[in-house]
């Protein structure tokens, strides 16, 4: 995971293990929904080991507002940043959130990392990231 690629996880680590303001753009009101990368890639093994050739999702159906992510990633990093609001992209959609049904049922195969233990282990991935620089 690149540090500044423009994806909300990056970008909320990478300002809050460096105090910096936490970037929200707009109320933050939005959701996402986030898998952890060895979900992601169990999924996509799974779909590709399959005979299944329709389009399947693989992702999280769990929603979080934008928000509410920086906020628990604030008091995950023990950060003492501050989350400032820019404005919100015209185009940025107000709500992400796959359908999972066609994994579950084609492939048996849903997320399995809770949010808080893929924070954590993606926290640690920054921290090792900042130290090597």
């Given at each position: 995971m690149r540090i500044n690629d423009?994806?909300?996880?990056?970008a909320f680590f990478t300002?809050?293990?460096?105090?910096?303001?936490?970037?929200?753009f707009g109320d933050g009101s939005q959701t996402r929904s986030f898998i952890y990368i060895?979900?992601?890639?169990?999924?996509i093994f799974k779909l590709l080991m399959s005979d299944v050739v329709e389009p399947v999702n693989i992702g999280n159906p769990e929603e979080i507002s934008v928000i509410k992510m920086?906020?628990?990633?604030?008091?995950?990093?023990?950060?003492?940043?501050?989350?400032?609001?820019?404005?919100l992209p015209v185009d940025?959609?107000?709500?992400?959130q796959p359908d999972i049904t066609r994994a579950k049922t084609l492939l048996d195969w849903q997320p399995a990392i809770p949010?808080?233990?893929g924070l954590k282990l993606t926290f640690e991935y920054f921290k090792n990231l900042k130290n090597s620089r």
């Open positions: 423009g994806r909300a996880i990056p300002q809050t293990i460096n105090n910096q303001p936490v970037t929200i060895d979900d992601q890639v169990e999924g920086a906020q628990e990633i604030i008091s995950l990093t023990n950060s003492s940043s501050k989350i400032v609001f820019k404005d940025d959609p107000r709500v992400r949010l808080q233990e």
